[in-house]
């Protein structure tokens, strides 16, 4: 279950910041104390990294990060709401078609 949601995540993620350096991530989220789980995929390392200092963090390179084109102009905390947005909105579809009208 979590592998899907971790590629969905995925695919989120991807519309909106580029993972350049994985080893970079990993280090800034172990330096900043963040909480992650380094079996899943890094997507979801990253919305971590949002959860906890999107308001704070002002170089996303720092964290092995880029923003791709349709980010540009954008700071991380609205990356971070249009992130929660599109997966909520995602998730919602996913649960309707597979399990709201699943026979009993």
């Known amino acids: ?3 899907r949601i971790d590629v969905l995540l995925g695919q989120i993620v991807a519309r909106w910041l580029v993972i350049d350096d994985i080893g970079q991530l990993r280090r800034q989220l172990k ?6 789980d380094e079996n899943r995929y890094p997507a979801s390392w990253v919305v ?9 963090i002002e170089d996303p390179v720092l964290f092995g990060l880029a923003l791709c084109e349709r980010a540009q102009g954008k700071n991380l905390r609205e990356l971070r709401d249009a992130i929660e947005k599109e997966f909520y909105e995602l998730s919602c579809g996913h649960y309707e078609r597979y399990f709201q009208h699943a026979p009993l």
């Open 48 to 56: 971590e990294l949002l959860k906890a200092g999107a308001s704070q």
């Open 1 to 3: 279950m979590l592998q």
């Open 31 to 36: 330096l900043q104390q963040i909480n992650f």
